[in-house]
T-cell receptor, first 115, second 117 residues
Framework: SQKIEQNSEALNIQEGKTATLTCNYT??????LQWYRQDPGRGPVFLLL?????KEKRKERLKVTFDTTLKQSLFHITASQPADSATYLC??????????????FGTGTRLLVSP | EAQVTQNPRYLITVTGKKLTVTCSQN?????MSWYRQDPGLGLRQIYY???????DKGDVPEGYKVSRKEKRNFPLILESPSPNQTSLYFC????????????????FGEGSRLTVL
């Protein structure tokens, strides 16, 4: 069956450290992969999209990798801050495959950055 | 300000009482979609629309209806709500696959928390 896995347990790290979140998937072949941030009681907010031919993408303190062989994406936040505390959602973007915009979301990983 | 607006934000209703959750976007987006979010299940797509008068089922469409008569609006209709439709609902929009380099960014509303007793 098709599955997307993100750590269901919260990730606790200290301020200033690098947070690394994992997204693994099976039986999908997405052309793109997206990451969103969701704060409690709010809608998800888009962070990054990475294409299958891009091994790595950076945006400010964020870095995303996409390994289509391992079927895995890693999401890094360097020099983490308490304000980075949120739930981070991975989304497989099947749009190229389907011909219309189709995202399949993971359940998210909660990140807690302590001062 | 670019935004997706949903109403109501919170609603408690009873089984069988028809309700509509409205969604409006001001970005001239062609693509709009409804998701529900439940603990342990993540965001699941209910219905989507690629343009006016073009709608299609997502992964969990049972018990829901939608319409897209205008580009900016995409209401979600629960004809006869049941307790298993208690959930947090999100409307989202994007420019879809139309023209230019695909950015993929979905813009989400703030959510509508629905409780069906």
């Amino acid at each position: 069956s098709q599955k997307i896995e993100q750590n269901s347990e919260a990730l606790n790290i200290q301020e200033g450290k690098t947070a690394t979140l994992t997204c693994n998937y099976t039986n999908y072949s997405p052309a793109y992969l997206q990451w969103y941030r969701q704060d409690p009681g709010r809608g998800p907010v888009f962070l990054l999209l990475i294409r299958e031919n891009e091994k790595e993408k950076r945006k400010e303190r964020l870095k995303v990798t996409f390994d289509t062989t391992l079927k895995q994406s890693l999401f890094h936040i360097t020099a983490s801050q308490p304000a980075d505390s949120a739930t981070y959602l991975c989304a497989l973007d099947m749009s190229w495959n389907t011909g219309f915009q189709k995202l399949v979301f993971g359940t998210g990983t909660r990140l807690l950055v302590s001062p | 300000e670019a935004q997706v607006t949903q109403n109501p934000r919170y609603l408690i209703t009873v089984t069988g009482k028809k309700l509509t959750v409205t969604c409006s976007q001001n970005m001239n987006h062609e693509y709009m979609s409804w998701y529900r979010q439940d603990p342990g299940l993540g965001l699941r797509q209910i219905y989507y629309s690629m343009n006016v008068e073009v709608t299609d089922k997502g992964d969990v469409p049972e018990g829901y209806k939608v319409s897209r008569k205008e580009k900016r609006n995409f209401p979600l209709i629960l004809e006869s709500p049941s307790p298993n439709q208690t959930s947090l609902y999100f409307c989202a929009s994007s420019s879809g696959l139309a023209g230019g380099r695909y950015t993929g960014e979905l813009f989400f509303g703030e959510g509508s928390r629905l409780t069906v007793l």
